[in-house]
């Protein structure tokens, strides 16, 4: 007699859906064989070389300075927090760059498109020479033009107020909490709520009446005007909650007191990540732009539609579905490329990891830092996979 | 080579002669494509456009809203002249409403959205006024139903009468057709020219209209206007121009398409 071994009539080796279900148990076999012999090679390659690893070193104290820091850091403080501080550092470079980078992509992008001969042709050098040079070259040069400096006094200073120079870095004013600033800022946030509801509530008054109510102009207003009176309370109580602290140079060698100020490194390393990013930022607004059929804007422009109308509800929401994803890997982009600060000595995770190493195991240290760089990137993906699923689908 | 300029612009009917075209030229860098074309359409005349491609006749029809710009010569649409004047340029762009070869509706937005948007945001018309005007043009192009739809989920003939209504919207004193049903499969012309048949029965308004369809030129033209080379070389009744035309050149054409 035949063996016969079938599913619904057809022989397994033929059934597509056992094949494949076969084709993807093998498969997983293999990996997970693959990697528990790596793992444990490597473990018994670390136990016979004495290599150390574990996570024990965590709670000892880190007893080395952090040369800048976000948050407030003394050498006494554990590993553990030395690693928030130099996470703190990373995401600040890379949220201030991504917002800065940002803007500027955008506009160098829509100018590079403008009937404006002069402006484009000077956007797109700019874009082809930072988009070419390697970034680590350009942030070593934005140091080295930095480094090269006079001090404070003979340094660049704009308005009397903020001040570049090869010794303190870059110092600009800041706003100083004075009485209650915390509660001050929660009267902000309340305002801005209100205005949303404003915004909302307009922009209903606007489709239901069809008269202009300038919903932007009326939500702009209630923030402002909520902050202000917020503000006078203040004043009238006592103080103004926050004063607006501009930088002096001070003493011998005149560094600055008041205000804010970043380090050269800090400044070098932004200016870097910026200009670079931004260049292929600027590439994929253009690209985006253009890849909305020249038939759309005619068609809009027909039916008497502005420039800034029909670049508002028809150019630009078409671009946006074309520019989001490559945009989201831009700013990931930027986020990795931050670790570069280790070669001009900005204190990022990377540079203090790096430095972690001499009196903590490196292994560890690394296995942490990936998943911190992994946690960073997987969150911008997810805010920016939200808004790209929010803006597909009110696309249709 | 014909190279005379037909019908000269009678300077007494000029307040009734809602485009005015006098001695018009366009270059496209070395390509010289309008080369003088002097033509008036009246209030309420249907103006059909024929000639071969490259021959200067959606150029021209470009021109009238601006979406070319012409180098020399006037062009006066309802007696505002088209000039380097923005503001001109916006209040003649609401009043002409123009018909698309390739429909052009915006994708991202709903049949209803596509047709409110530019009476919403230009008119500033009360939504839900817009939204019931907009419900009428439907019916009026006869389908209603599909108002809740996006363009990508239409058919051509369907997106083309919706691109129409979005047009009508604006409550246009002319409207402009460049070649509406060259980019339709043979059963969709027929819906598309019905809608244009009652547009032009209805006698609301101007109409200059690029097609090949001779049978509907035939049917609702006044006049017949034929382009060759940058010029208009015939500008006749549909009956002479298919009876009697005075140029060759338009026999000749006239055998190509036939």
Not at chain 2, 108 to 128: C, E, G
Not at chain 2, 167 to 196: G, H, R, W, Y
Request: proline share 5%; charged share 15%.
């Amino acid at each position: 007699m035949r063996l016969s071994l079938t599913y619904q009539g057809i022989p397994i080796w033929r059934h597509s859906r056992i094949l494949s279900w076969t084709a993807q148990i093998v498969s997983g076999i293999l990996v997970v064989a693959a990697v528990a012999f790596f793992l444990s090679n490597v473990s018994s390659a670390m136990v016979q070389r004495d290599i150390p690893f574990g996570f024990s070193f965590l709670n000892r104290e880190y007893s080395t300075p952090i040369s800048e820091h976000l948050l407030p850091y003394e050498e006494s403080d554990t590993f553990a927090y030395a690693f928030l501080v130099a996470a703190t550092n990373t995401l600040m470079v890379s949220v201030v760059g991504v917002i800065l980078a940002t803007m500027l992509g955008i506009i160098v992008g829509a100018v590079q498109l403008s009937g404006n001969w002069v402006i484009s042709k000077v956007a797109t050098v700019y874009v082809e020479v930072f988009r070419n040079v390697p970034l680590l070259v350009q942030l070593i040069f934005w140091y080295i033009l930095l480094l090269g400096l006079p001090p404070v006094r003979e340094g660049i200073i704009l308005f009397n107020a903020i001040y570049l120079n090869n010794n303190a870095g870059l110092s600009f004013p800041w706003p100083e909490g004075q009485q209650r600033p915390g509660l001050w800022l929660l009267c902000v946030v309340l305002a801005i709520a209100l205005g949303i509801v404003t915004k909302m509530l307009l922009e209903r008054r606007e489709e239901r009446t069809g008269r202009p109510s300038c919903p932007w102009l009326g939500a702009i207003g209630v923030v402002i005007a909520g902050s202000f009176v917020a503000w006078l309370v203040w004043v009238a109580i006592g103080d103004a909650p926050y004063v607006m602290s501009v930088p002096e140079p001070a003493g011998r060698f005149g560094h600055p007191v008041g205000g804010y100020t970043i380090s050269i490194e800090l400044t070098a390393l932004l200016v870097g990540l910026i200009i670079y990013t931004a260049a292929f930022i600027a590439e994929i607004v253009r690209g985006g732009l253009q890849s909305v059929s020249r038939g759309q804007g005619e068609a809009s422009r027909s039916l008497g539609l502005g420039t800034m109308q029909t670049l508002r509800f028809v150019t630009f929401p078409q671009a946006l579905r074309v520019i989001v994803p490559p945009m989201i890997s831009q700013y990931l982009n930027l986020t990795k490329n931050s670790s570069l600060a280790l070669a001009i000595g900005y204190a990022d995770l990377t540079s203090v990891a790096k430095t972690m190493t001499q009196t903590a195991p490196a292994v560890t240290i690394f296995l942490i830092i990936m998943g911190i760089y992994l946690l960073y990137s997987l969150t911008y993906s997810l805010i920016g996979n939200l808004y790209n699923r929010h803006i597909q689908f009110t696309g249709g | 080579m014909a190279t005379e300029t037909a019908v000269a612009a009678d300077p007494a009917s000029e307040q009734d002669n809602i485009i005015v075209a006098r001695d018009v030229h366009k270059w496209f860098g070395n390509f010289h494509a309008l080369r003088g074309v002097t033509t008036t359409v009246g209030r309420g005349e249907v103006v059909v456009v024929i000639g071969p491609s490259g021959s200067g006749k959606s150029t021209f029809i470009r021109t009238i809203n601006r979406l070319e710009q012409h180098q020399r010569g006037d062009i006066i649409v309802d007696g505002v002249e088209m000039t380097e004047d923005v503001r001109n340029i916006d209040a003649i762009r609401s009043e002409v409403g123009m018909v698309f070869q390739s429909f052009n509706l915006f994708p991202h937005l709903t049949v209803m959205r596509n047709i409110t948007l530019a009476p919403t945001k230009v008119r500033k018309t009360p939504m839900d006024e817009a939204d019931a005007s907009a419900m009428q043009l439907l019916e009026r192009v006869g389908i209603p139903e599909q108002a809740e739809k996006y363009p990508g989920e239409l058919s051509g003939g369907q997106q083309q009468r919706v691109a129409i209504a979005r047009a009508l919207a604006m409550n246009p004193k002319i409207m402009l057709f460049d070649e509406p049903t060259s980019a339709l499969d043979p059963e969709m012309i027929k819906e598309v020219l019905e809608v244009m048949k009652e547009l032009a029965a209805s006698h609301q308004m101007t109409i200059v209209a690029i097609t090949h369809e001779l049978g509907f030129a035939r049917e609702v033209a006044d006049r017949i206007v034929m382009f060759d080379e940058g010029q208009i070389v015939e500008d006749l009744p549909p009956d002479e121009f298919f009876n009697n035309p005075r140029h060759e050149r338009v026999r000749r054409f006239l055998s190509q398409i036939l």
